[in-house]
């Protein structure tokens, strides 16, 4: 790598990591030498910025785009355009596509070239007096350039405001303000680039008005009743996910339709990418059926006006609230519009707020390239039935529960890790969410046979994702013994986590699944027992445990029957022994281990004859597999014609008659 390419990553990163500058993955870097200039590919986070993300041009090539006439339409002039770019790309097998704003970088003669969008900067260029604080803070140090559509037209007016830059000073301007966009800074080195910037923010930062330190303000319970309902009144077949946020910042414009108008339109071109042109605001907010009513009404007004469903909702008193495809982009709409809201703070201090307008608004909207942009940085990965949905996983921190959990992330679905054990739980999430995925994973402490834990954990999901699709009720002890040594106390407790704790989880699951059914009758939702062999066929000197999971499938049929004219389906996946799992070779409370000392295997005197013994019990003489119970999970969500079955996953064990 060559060093300059090194320090161009540096700098991206540095920048792409600090929400004050970069926001949802966008700005722009370059670095040139006197043949190739290498720019950030569309749609690339400069964050998360390597080599394979940069794309490298001929410089030659491009700069015959400056000389050439194009078309007239707006709409052929761009494609001739682009076609003109792709031609310059040195490694067109890549398949990286330079960013639209590759030429704007070329015409700056300065070998790095950083575009980014400051908070405080655009706070300062989206308000009505920018030319004038622009001048009167940085004199002629820095180019303004009146707002301009992007691409082209951009890149023209650009190049003739440079020429005459250079003619009067012999230099190229080192800063370039674009109204309601950003900035652009250009250097021989980054570490002068940092330096400017540094100077930049230090004298905006001055001139406009502080925003009082922003805190964060509490969810409100009764969303649990309207969020799920949103969800489904904003989705299409493939319900996404909502992201909730609520803070002093946000309040200050929630309070009235009349502070709602100063973040009403969007100010730069990336709020247009990723929040899309307008935002819904409802004032009547004091119960969960004042909400939906107000939503219901504005609504079908708000589609036939704009064309789209929104985005973005702000509700008094309660917080501003993103729909989209995926937890990830939902957070990034909610980020930007965040970023809107703080612009437009600084912006009503300096004479007031410079909205784009409709016809400026239309052109971005409808532009092929930022459509491309918004495709590739909002992409939701995989594209199957399960591709982010939401899920809760009990018992999910280790063992059968865990790989369950990881199966399901793997696929791209928002997983809810519930256990007791904190540390293990948090680690693992840490772990599920090291590798870059447009879902989620979260742990939640949680005791299935506390039913106040269980509602807890209901409303803490419906808090961070906004509904929920599966519950996998996986949570449950074992403890071997027979009458004469089992203590009344483990009784309870086994029963309590593995059947109360089941019916606590189909309650509370329930109840959310059951407002998604109301706005979308036709939408399936899940509620899964993973069960045992145990359940459908008695175990010696192991009834607290084959009980308990009797009892789970009697629960199973008859949460089936209540539930289906919900189309909440309830099933029982019931394994064979987990025989490579924990629970059974724990060194020292596995379950080789307990039936050794309890004498359940006659004749047994050391574990590995306990181990021979149950495999010689499978006709497929193995013990059950992670992927055995994962085939059939998927097979009870696909399907839609089956509920109230216990299935068994026991390598021909047990067979139903």
């Known amino acids: 790598m060559k060093p300059e390419i090194k320090e161009l990553i540096e700098i991206s990163k540095y920048y792409g990591s600090n929400k004050e500058y970069v926001i949802a993955g966008g700005g722009n870097t370059s670095f040139k030498d006197e043949e190739t200039i290498w720019i950030k590919a569309s749609g690339q986070s400069l964050a ?56 704007l970088h070329e015409v700056i003669r300065y070998k790095y070239v950083v575009h980014l969008h400051p908070t ?9 007096n920018a030319k004038n604080l622009t001048f009167k803070l940085f004199g002629e140090s820095v180019l303004f350039v009146p707002y301009t559509d992007p691409g082209y037209t951009l890149f023209k007016k650009l190049d003739s405001e440079i020429k005459l ?3 009067k000073f012999s230099h190229d301007p080192k800063i370039i303000f674009l109204e309601n966009h950003g900035s652009f800074i250009g250097a021989d080195t980054t570490e002068e680039i940092k330096n400017i910037y540094s100077d930049i923010i230090q004298k905006i930062g001055a001139q406009l008005p502080s925003i009082p330190e922003v805190t964060q303000l509490p969810y409100n319970p009764l969303l649990n009743k309207v969020l799920p309902r949103l969800r489904m009144l904003l989705s299409g077949e493939q319900p996404g996910v909502i992201r909730f946020r609520n803070n002093s910042l ?9 502070e709602f108008q100063k973040i009403s339109l969007p100010l730069t071109p990336d709020m247009i990418v990723y929040c899309k042109t307008r935002y819904m605001y409802i004032e009547q907010s004091s119960t969960a059926e004042k909400i939906l009513d107000s939503f219901r009404y504005q609504l079908p007004r708000f589609v036939n006006e704009y064309g789209f469903l929104p985005k973005v909702i702000l509700i008094k008193d309660m917080g501003v609230f993103a729909i989209s495809e995926s937890c990830g982009s939902a957070e990034a709409i909610l980020d930007v519009y965040e970023d809107l809201a703080r612009i437009s703070f600084y912006a009503s201090g300096c004479g007031g707020i410079k909205f784009l307008t409709r016809e400026q608004i239309s052109f971005i909207d409808h532009w092929e390239v930022e459509n491309y942009r918004r495709k590739v940085s909002q992409s939701t990965g995989s594209g199957n039935k399960l591709n982010n949905k ?14 369950i959990a990881e199966a399901l992330f793997s696929l791209n679905i928002n997983i809810v890790i519930a256990d007791m054990n904190e540390e293990t739980g948090n680690s693992f999430v840490s772990r599920l969410t090291s590798k870059r995925t447009s879902s989620k994973a979260i742990f939640i402490k949680t005791n299935v ?14 808090k961070e994702f906004g509904g929920l699709d599966l519950m996998i009720s996986n949570a449950g002890v074992l403890r071997a013994g027979g009458l004469d040594e089992m203590d009344p106390e483990v009784f309870s407790r086994t029963t309590n986590v593995n059947y109360n704790g089941y019916f606590h989880c189909a309650k509370y699951a329930s109840e959310v699944m059951k407002l998604q059914n109301n706005e979308n009758p036709e939408y399936f939702t899940d509620i899964i027992q993973i069960n045992s062999k145990s359940g459908i066929r008695g175990s010696n000197r192991n009834f607290a445990y084959a009980g308990s999971k009797f009892g789970g499938i009697g629960l199973t049929q008859s949460f089936a029957l209540e539930l289906a004219p919900f189309r909440i389906k309830v099933n029982s996946i019931c394994p064979g022994n987990f025989l490579d799992g924990p629970l059974w070779s724990d060194p020292k409370n596995g379950l080789f281990v307990q039936y050794l000392k309890a004498g359940k295997v006659p004749g047994a005197k050391t574990i590995s004859d306990v181990r021979q013994y149950y495999e010689n019990q499978v006709p497929l003489k193995r013990g059950c597999k992670l992927e055995d119970v994962i085939k059939a999970l998927l097979y009870i969500v696909d399907q839609e014609y089956e509920t109230g079955q216990a299935v068994p996953v026991t390598g021909g064990q047990v067979m139903l008659g």
């Open 120 to 128: 405080l900067i655009n706070g300062l260029l989206c308000s009505r």
């Open 48 to 103: 998360e910025l390597t080599e394979e993300g940069l794309v490298a041009l001929n410089r030659e090539k491009l700069h015959e785009i400056g000389l050439k006439i194009y078309s007239d339409n707006p709409t052929e002039r761009e494609d001739q355009v682009k076609t003109d770019m792709f031609n310059s790309i040195l490694d067109p097998e890549k398949n990286r596509r330079p960013s639209v704003e590759t030429s």
């Open 165 to 167: 830059y250079r003619e």
């Open 449 to 462: 046979a506390d039913p106040a834990s269980v509602k807890d954990l209901i409303i803490s999901t419906v």
């Open 390 to 403: 939401i899920a809760i996983v009990t018992g999910g921190a280790q063992g059968f529960g865990a790989g």
């Open 250 to 258: 946000i309040a200050g414009f929630y309070q009235n339709e009349r």
